[in-house]
């Protein structure tokens, strides 16, 4: 099984300020088709998870720029620029080799 | 716009086998990509369950696989979850998406099960 480990558990963030969260990955995420499967989700409070970033770097359709990944083959970070309120909620990381598992989570919240 | 929409009960007594449907809206499930089932426990953690893809191929998360199926019903466009024997560990929030290949892009709202006597 490939482990994601998240950190830190929760982060308390000033609105205007960065937050960054750390995903390292038990094995490396690179495929054979040299695409690294790391994924970010996040949950906001009552709703369901919603996709923020594909492929280690790849920001989804309708999220704003202000949310950034980068990494290598077992360790990566998402940084968020200028928190919002609306950025208030649960960030998992998440990964598709073998079968897909997710991170311990990460709570934004708002300080 | 894709919707997906869980149903099924919301209490299950121990042993017995929790059903549950993902209707989807929007998108035919034969025509591409894989329809997953993804539960929520009770603290946060995520954990996948499996899929059925267009064909009607499935996978399934080795630590459930002899206790799960996923099912389809193309006519209706709705693709199903079986859990036997269930316990109260399995008591979570279990919401149906669909992996577009650039991740799991919809997600339904979500069912919360409890497992109790």
């Known amino acids: 099984d490939i482990v994601l480990t998240q950190a830190p558990l929760s982060v308390s963030v000033t609105p205007g300020e960065s937050a960054s969260i750390s995903c390292r990955s038990s094995?490396?995420?690179?495929?054979?088709?040299?695409?690294?499967?790391l994924y970010w989700y996040l949950q906001r409070p009552g709703k369901s998870p919603q996709l923020l970033i594909y492929?280690?770097?790849n920001l989804a359709s309708g999220v704003p720029d202000r949310f950034s990944s980068s990494g290598s083959e077992t360790d990566f970070t998402l940084k968020i620029s200028k928190v919002e309120t609306e950025d208030v909620g649960v960030y998992y990381c998440?990964?598709?080799?073998?079968?897909?598992?997710f991170g311990g989570g990460t709570k934004l919240e708002l300080k | 716009e894709v919707q997906l929409q869980e149903s099924g009960p919301g209490l299950v007594k121990p042993s017995q086998s929790l059903s549950l449907t993902c209707s989807v809206t929007?998108?035919?499930?034969?025509?591409?990509?894989?329809w997953n089932w993804i539960r929520k426990f009770p603290g946060n953690k995520l954990e996948w369950m499996g899929y059925?893809?267009?064909?009607?191929?499935?996978n399934y998360n080795p630590s459930l696989k002899s206790r799960i199926s996923i099912t389809r019903d193309t006519s209706k466009n709705q693709f199903f979850l079986q859990v036997n024997s269930v316990t109260t560990e399995d008591t979570a929030t279990y919401y149906c998406?669909?992996?577009?290949?650039?991740?799991?892009?919809?997600w339904g709202q979500g069912v919360m099960v409890t497992v109790s006597s």
């Open positions: 094995k490396s995420l690179l495929s054979s088709k040299g695409i690294t499967s």
């Open positions: 492929q280690m770097s």
């Open positions: 929007g998108y035919s499930i034969t025509s591409s990509y894989r």
């Open positions: 998440g990964h598709r080799l073998e079968y897909p598992t």
């Open positions: 059925i893809n267009s064909a009607g191929s499935t």
């Open positions: 998406a669909r992996w577009n290949y650039s991740g799991l892009d919809y």
